[in-house]
């Protein structure tokens, strides 16, 4: 009799593993302006680089979730545009079986570093199709950026006045 008890137990226990799976990697949006073109092409002058990194998560139905990073790369003489590239990166992710707390740090930490190289590779690709040389970006530490969201979140929830 205890054998079957533990067989009962093991097999629940395999049922309620966490789990975690990519069901589909995609550009959800890409766009390339170059606004100044052709004159744009005859400026020597280096151009100043910045790039906006945000990302979002929804949950699609129990369990799978869409998570999405988007990335701006603006290019700039002085005050003439000379390339944006807005690419939105996103993926199909199932989570399973995993503690509400832990849910959180795993689309918005797990899922946009496995999404980024591919967002990394759609702006270079972009940015040298257009002419220019490429935009390489550096790695981002994903965990950081949480941390720091975070902190800003709890102090925004401090400063908020209680009635």
């Given at each position: 009799m205890a054998q079957e008890d533990n067989?009962?137990?093991?097999?629940?226990?395999?049922?309620?593993?966490?789990?975690?799976s990519i069901e589909k990697?995609?550009?959800k949006?890409?766009?390339l302006e170059i606004p100044n073109a052709p004159q744009?092409?005859?400026?020597?002058?280096?151009p100043q680089i910045s790039i906006e990194l945000g990302n979002f998560a929804q949950m699609l139905e129990d369990g799978v979730f869409e998570v999405a990073i988007k990335v701006t790369v603006t290019s700039k003489i002085e005050d003439k545009t000379v390339f944006l590239?807005?690419?939105?990166?996103?993926?199909?992710?199932q989570i399973r079986n995993v503690p509400e707390e832990n849910l959180e740090?795993?689309?918005?930490?797990?899922?946009p570093n496995i999404l980024f190289?591919?967002?990394?590779?759609?702006?270079?690709?972009?940015?040298?199709?257009a002419g220019f040389q490429p935009v390489l970006l550096n790695p981002i530490n994903f965990e950081a950026l949480f941390a720091q969201q975070k902190q800003q979140q709890a102090e925004q929830a401090d400063a908020t006045p209680k009635h």
């Amino acid at each position: 009799m205890a054998q079957e008890d533990n067989n009962a137990t093991e097999q629940d226990g395999s049922a309620q593993a966490a789990g975690f799976s990519i069901e589909k990697i995609y550009v959800k949006d890409a766009s390339l302006e170059i606004p100044n073109a052709p004159q744009i092409f005859t400026d020597r002058t280096q151009p100043q680089i910045s790039i906006e990194l945000g990302n979002f998560a929804q949950m699609l139905e129990d369990g799978v979730f869409e998570v999405a990073i988007k990335v701006t790369v603006t290019s700039k003489i002085e005050d003439k545009t000379v390339f944006l590239v807005e690419v939105t990166q996103a993926g199909i992710f199932q989570i399973r079986n995993v503690p509400e707390e832990n849910l959180e740090m795993i689309a918005g930490i797990t899922c946009p570093n496995i999404l980024f190289p591919y967002a990394r590779e759609t702006v270079s690709d972009l940015v040298v199709r257009a002419g220019f040389q490429p935009v390489l970006l550096n790695p981002i530490n994903f965990e950081a950026l949480f941390a720091q969201q975070k902190q800003q979140q709890a102090e925004q929830a401090d400063a908020t006045p209680k009635h």
